[in-house]
């Protein structure tokens, strides 16, 4: 363990509680807003070696000075096998043992940033928790509870993989998992059935806690979902439910010595029964309040919106915060990797738009959610290029606000290839609503969409300019007739480009068919909403049905209420 350390942390505060809702939660702070930093910004997206000053500022910059966050979770250990990216004397510095050699120019620019900042004296979680609350946020370590990227390939030599790892196969869970074969993460991943991978674990988290000035240690089971042998789920269910009783009472021991409290966060499948399936048992955790914040979360691709009621009627009347996962990697129509789709949409597949974040958001707050957790937030400002200022993030703690603001929801999307989406990992989950074939056999398919403003009261108001449900079909031809309802009442709407002889389609009959709730005087009030398509007569030509491919409601607000239409109509009031 480190020593030395406390003399440099800040002036201890009380240890009090925050009243969010009815919770009174342990921190000093209400938790609206969390970014997840996976440790890589100041160390892999820069030519190395990098500044401390230069290291900060690519970790802090962009993405938490002058924003209203509330915490960042730094994930600074990328496996269980203890490769982190700081001076750990539990665990090793990921890829030392082939450190000054790596195979990739990508890990050598963070290794060699790293190893710049050792030299110098520097430990980089040290420096992170510093600058953290110098620009007043709380700093969690994030922990990725059983992420084993790269680290399986025996010719892999780089920052994600440990002595250890490689020295103990004992320690894994093997070829005998009994899970899915398409969970190939499995075999590879250490088992948490076994008390040496426990105990080596608590010991890593425990020297975060005491020996490093962090606000509390996540527990992310998203990278990846497993932690034993489906053999051994009631039994490894039970032995994790004592770790995580031990790491409670780590924390509380942080709590005594640093003077202010000391959370512990866990990210779970937001498809509830999954959770069970995995093993992580969040409901005894909430209930011995072993547990501050749980963040219901999808794998890795975007997702709308998840059924937050478990979670949230779980927590009620505890000190556990519920956060839903914003998660920015594409899997929308329209923020694709599915390069075939792009003429659908036109253009360059791109990650989200702030609408999209702004309905997330607001979707989750709507089903009673405290806070809104965002994981790879890099993605915007680094991959995709849409947002180079994350200016979003200036909105998603006020919910008041962004009901006043354009919104797009978008119904969560299956991946092209399946992969990702709950299902793929978990025996128990459902695919994601779309795409959807809708046949003879099958004609009416039902999905339904969380909108968390009252747009009603917004076109009472004259604030709201449109509220368009539009809907992508595949194999559209003019004898076909649909029928679309929301709420079991049938709205109306045209395809565009229209299905008329002679005119114009997308490849495939692709056709959009659009209906404006607020011209027929149906905006819909805040809550969740059921949208009804109906294939009421199918060309008797076709042996195949139709195709609901994606779904989204756009909603746009005029931006100077009470003026003219034709001012809102001025450049930059329409966005």
Same mark, same amino acid.
């Given at each position: 363990?480190?020593?030395?350390?406390?003399?440099?942390?800040?002036?201890?505060?009380?240890?009090? #509680?925050?009243?969010?809702?009815?919770?009174?939660?342990?921190? @000093?702070?209400?938790?609206?807003?969390?970014?997840?930093?996976?440790?890589?910004?100041?160390?892999?997206?820069?030519?190395?070696?990098?500044?401390?000053?230069?290291?900060?500022?690519a970790v802090f910059d962009v993405q938490v000075k002058d924003k209203p966050i509330d915490a960042m979770f730094w994930c600074g250990i990328n496996n269980p096998a203890g490769a982190t990216w700081y001076d750990s004397k539990v665990g090793e510095r990921g890829g030392?043992?082939?450190?000054?050699?790596?195979?990739?120019?990508?890990?050598?620019?963070?290794?060699?940033?790293?190893?710049?900042?050792?030299?110098?004296?520097?430990?980089?979680?040290?420096?992170?928790?510093?600058?953290?609350?110098?620009?007043?946020?709380?700093?969690?370590? /994030?922990?990725?509870?059983?992420?084993?990227?790269?680290?399986?390939?025996?010719?892999?030599? $780089? %920052?994600?993989?440990?002595?250890?790892?490689?020295?103990?196969?004992?320690?894994?869970?093997?070829? @005998?998992? $009994? +899970?899915?074969?398409?969970?190939?993460?499995?075999?590879?991943?250490?088992?948490?059935?076994?008390?040496?991978?426990?105990?080596?674990?608590?010991?890593?988290? %425990?020297?975060?806690?005491?020996?490093?000035?962090?606000?509390? &240690?996540?527990?992310?089971?998203?990278? #990846?979902?497993?932690?034993?042998?489906? #053999?051994?789920?009631?039994?490894?269910?039970?032995?994790?439910?004592?770790?995580?009783?031990?790491?409670? @009472?780590?924390?509380?021991?942080?709590? *005594?010595?640093?003077?202010?409290?000391?959370?512990?966060?866990? +990210?779970?499948? %937001?498809?509830?029964?999954?959770?069970?399936?995995?093993?992580?048992?969040?409901?005894?955790?909430?209930?011995?309040?072993?547990?501050?914040?749980?963040?219901? /979360?999808?794998?890795?691709?975007?997702?709308?919106? /998840?059924?937050?009621?478990?979670?949230? *009627?779980?927590?009620?009347?505890? $000190?556990?915060?519920?956060?839903?996962?914003?998660?920015?990697?594409?899997?929308?129509?329209?923020?694709?990797?599915?390069? #075939?789709?792009?003429?659908?949409?036109?253009?360059?597949?791109?990650?989200?738009?702030?609408?999209?974040?702004?309905?997330?958001?607001?979707?989750?707050?709507?089903? $009673?959610?405290?806070?809104?957790?965002?994981?790879?937030?890099?993605?915007?400002?680094?991959?995709?290029?849409?947002?180079?200022?994350?200016?979003?993030?200036?909105?998603?703690?006020?919910?008041?606000?962004?009901?006043?603001?354009?919104?797009?929801? &978008?119904?969560?999307?299956?991946?092209?290839?399946?992969?990702?989406?709950?299902?793929?990992?978990?025996?128990?989950?459902?695919?994601?609503?779309?795409?959807?074939?809708?046949?003879?056999?099958?004609?009416?398919?039902?999905?339904?969409?969380?909108?968390?403003?009252?747009?009603?009261?917004?076109?009472?108001?004259?604030?709201?300019?449109?509220?368009?449900?539009?809907?992508?079909?595949?194999?559209?031809?003019?004898?076909?007739?649909?029928?679309?309802?929301?709420?079991?009442?049938?709205?109306?709407?045209?395809?565009?480009?229209?299905?008329?002889?002679?005119?114009? *389609?997308?490849?495939?009959?692709?056709?959009?068919?659009?209906?404006?709730?607020?011209? *027929?005087?149906?905006?819909?009030?805040?809550?969740?909403?059921?949208?009804?398509?109906?294939?009421?007569?199918?060309?008797?030509?076709?042996?195949?049905?139709?195709?609901?491919?994606?779904?989204?409601?756009?909603?746009?607000?005029?931006?100077?209420?009470?003026?003219?239409?034709? &001012?809102?109509?001025?450049?930059?009031?329409?966005?």
């Open positions: 363990m480190q020593t030395g350390m406390v003399e440099h942390w800040p002036k201890a505060k009380a240890m009090t #509680s925050t009243t969010i809702a009815n919770k009174t939660f342990r921190m @000093n702070r209400p938790y609206r807003v969390i970014i997840n930093d996976d440790g890589g910004r100041g160390f892999r997206n820069y030519v190395a070696p990098l500044t401390k000053d230069q290291y900060l500022a030392d043992l082939f450190w000054p050699q790596v195979q990739q120019a990508w890990e050598w620019h963070g290794m060699k940033t790293r190893d710049t900042l050792y030299k110098q004296g520097h430990d980089p979680l040290k420096l992170i928790c510093d600058r953290c609350h110098e620009l007043g946020k709380d700093l969690w370590l /994030s922990f990725r509870a059983n992420d084993v990227h790269h680290s399986w390939d025996p010719h892999y030599k $780089g %920052s994600k993989m440990t002595r250890k790892y490689l020295e103990r196969e004992d320690l894994r869970v093997g070829p @005998n998992h $009994g +899970r899915m074969p398409q969970v190939t993460y499995a075999p590879r991943q250490w088992d948490y059935a076994k008390q040496e991978v426990r105990d080596f674990v608590l010991a890593l988290l %425990s020297e975060a806690f005491l020996d490093y000035d962090v606000d509390g &240690v996540e527990l992310d089971f998203m990278r #990846s979902e497993f932690l034993f042998a489906k #053999s051994d789920t009631v039994e490894g269910t039970k032995a994790f439910n004592g770790f995580m009783r031990a790491l409670r @009472n780590v924390a509380d021991q942080a709590e *005594q010595k640093k003077g202010r409290p000391q959370g512990i966060a866990v +990210r779970v499948p %937001s498809y509830e029964p999954a959770c069970a399936e995995a093993g992580l048992d969040w409901r005894t955790w909430v209930d011995e309040k072993l547990v501050d914040v749980i963040t219901a /979360s999808t794998h890795q691709p975007t997702e709308q919106e /998840s059924d937050l009621a478990p979670f949230v *009627q779980g927590c009620n009347d505890t $000190g556990t915060l519920v956060c839903f996962c914003l998660e920015p990697s594409a899997s929308a129509p329209h923020a694709t990797y599915d390069r #075939s789709m792009i003429h659908i949409h036109g253009g360059t597949p791109t990650g989200l738009s702030t609408e999209n974040y702004r309905s997330m958001a607001l979707g989750a707050y709507q089903q $009673g959610a405290d806070g809104v957790y965002f994981f790879n937030t890099h993605f915007p400002f680094e991959r995709f290029d849409t947002h180079p200022k994350l200016e979003f993030l200036d909105e998603m703690h006020d919910r008041e606000l962004m009901a006043t603001q354009d919104q797009t929801y &978008v119904v969560s999307h299956q991946p092209w290839n399946g992969r990702y989406s709950h299902d793929w990992f978990f025996e128990c989950a459902p695919p994601r609503p779309l795409p959807k074939w809708i046949t003879r056999e099958e004609p009416e398919y039902t999905f339904t969409i969380t909108i968390g403003a009252d747009l009603q009261e917004a076109a009472v108001a004259q604030r709201l300019r449109a509220a368009k449900l539009r809907l992508c079909l595949a194999q559209v031809t003019p004898p076909d007739i649909i029928e679309v309802l929301w709420n079991g009442k049938t709205i109306d709407g045209q395809f565009n480009p229209p299905v008329v002889p002679g005119t114009w *389609q997308h490849w495939y009959a692709i056709h959009f068919w659009i209906a404006d709730l607020t011209d *027929q005087e149906q905006a819909p009030k805040a809550g969740t909403h059921a949208i009804t398509v109906r294939l009421k007569h199918r060309n008797p030509e076709i042996e195949e049905g139709l195709i609901l491919h994606s779904a989204e409601f756009d909603v746009r607000h005029w931006h100077r209420p009470g003026m003219p239409h034709a &001012v809102n109509e001025l450049p930059g009031m329409f966005r």
